[in-house]
């Protein structure tokens, strides 16, 4: 019967036979109580949904001091106005969530960390953790002292195409040391795709977003490439922003490119709200072969003698990785520990990185990063 049981669950099964199978653990019965902080970051839509079809995960709470941001999603989601809160301790007292789930701005992310905190609760955000390094150390400190994980959400890190492209280079290293990181993140900007108002609002605040481009889709780059190079920060990063759409962005960059250099390697960032279609995609190029991960599904790869590139399909990642709420739910519930890009120890040499990207186009030169 446990082998049974251990081939239903690889295959998603097992809860639809549970009543056949030996009775789950405590822990396995109950639903993940998950609150959010904040319906500011336009990522919330697609993370409601997904919680709602989830028997997994139970929604326990909403806090957003925005009365009509509470309207516009109870009506879309069917959502009760009992879940809805102004005030965020005030939700996390009355509801005591496992974990919650942050769409504030970035600049907001420190204190709804330390609110948890003080409450012994997880946090998972959108990208990227912070808008500066002393944002991030507060972060690190508040976690560090409520004992909380601190998880950082990036679309990318659920790409198939990673996982694949890691195992071969970092696991197999079918081409040896890696020499060359591209990475080309962005679409053709918020206003153009049609954001939110309220999304857009913050995204174009070079306080509450950090920077434009830079920091929303340089993070990206930046989270990729440290995990790449196993957690190491870059010797030194230097960075060119603009604006090619004043009239749209003036108070923000709209085009990025970052320079990171490491012992041996070297890797570019190229974030923009100016590319014709949306894009995620990373090219690593090792010593005799390299790997192209296009999107989320495809990996083209050229390895030492092969005359032309081979397109291959990447293989599904583990269940607890395929998703951020996944994820979630494997960490709070003790099955896995942060790690490689959600991690917070990634997420703070990417915004040593983005800090140091800042000041670099701010003031033309390169900046090093000291330990």
Known sequence: MRTLIAVLASLGLLAALSSAAEPPGPAAEQPLRLAIAGLVHGHVEGFLRAAKSRPGAAIVGIADPDPALHRKYAQRHGLPDSLFFSDLEQMLDRVKPEAVAAFTSTLDHARVVEACARRHIHVMMEKPLAVSVEHARAIQRAAAAGGIHVIVNYETTWYRSHGALWKLLKEERIGGAIRKMVAMDGHQGPKEIGVPDEFFGWLTDPVRNGAGALYDFGCYGANLMTWLMDGRP?????????????????????????????????????????????????????????????????????????????????????????????????????????????????????????????????????????R
Do not use: M
Not at 282 to 304: K, M, N, Q, T
């Open 234 to 370: 870059p010797l030194t990063v230097t960075a060119v922003t603009q604006r090619l759409k004043p009239h749209v962005y003036p108070r923000v960059d709209d085009e990025a490119t970052i320079l990171v250099e490491y012992p041996g390697a070297q890797g570019i960032v190229q974030a923009s709200w100016n590319w014709p279609f949306s894009r995620k995609d990373l090219d690593v190029y090792g010593e005799s072969a390299y790997a192209r991960a296009v999107g989320g599904g495809l990996l083209r790869v050229r390895r030492s003698g092969q005359a032309d590139e081979e397109a291959l399909t990447p293989a599904e990642l583990p269940a607890d990785e395929r998703d951020s709420l996944a994820y979630l739910a494997a960490v709070v519930r003790g099955r896995l520990k942060p790690a490689g890009l959600s991690s917070l120890e990634n997420n703070l040499v990417v915004t040593e990185i983005l800090e140091a990207a800042r000041e670099s186009a701010r003031t033309g030169r390169k900046v090093p990063l000291s």
